[in-house]
């Protein structure tokens, strides 16, 4: 995937959680994020915003979702102590349910797709062709004191 199309993906995948109902919304990028906007500040008049605390998995995903918090003008913070990879935010919990996880949860898998394509294309074009994962073999048996198999 080139990266003109993982832009128009990203972008439909912020249409689709916008609500979008038109060809021409789903094209909108900016009507998306305006429209998400507006159920965000709808659901903080009727679902008062909470602490949350979100455990990324690594750097690239962390990266990515304080992005789209920033995107949908929310503030993460962490306290002092606290991993890198954790992100604080206070959000209305409709709004991470229905909206802000499983958009993140879709343009990472997305994000990382993309990325995984990358990576492999430059291993097997530089380093080696083969770039499947490691076979599974059985482990050998192994005799302990007294002759006895140690499982």
């Known amino acids: 995937m080139d990266e003109t199309r993982l832009f128009e993906k990203l972008a439909r995948i912020e249409a689709l959680f916008s609500g979008a109902t038109t060809p021409g919304e789903r094209d909108a990028a900016a009507a998306a994020r305006q429209r998400i906007l507006e159920r965000l500040h709808t659901a903080e008049r009727s679902d008062p915003p909470v602490e949350f605390r979100f455990s990324l998995a690594d750097e690239w ?8 918090l920033r995107r949908y003008e929310l503030k993460p913070y ?24 499983p958009e993140y949860e879709q343009l990472s898998a997305t994000l990382q797709s993309h990325l995984d394509e990358i990576t492999n294309r430059v291993i097997a074009q530089v380093i080696h062709q083969d770039v499947s994962e490691a076979s599974e073999v059985q482990e050998p048996k192994v005799l302990g004191a007294g002759g006895k198999r140690r499982d």
Do not use: D
């Open 61 to 68: 995903a962390r990266r990515l979702f304080l992005a789209l």
């Open 78 to 101: 962490r306290y002092p102590g606290q991993r890198r990879t954790t992100v604080m935010v206070k959000v209305p919990k409709g709004f991470v349910h229905e909206t802000l996880w």
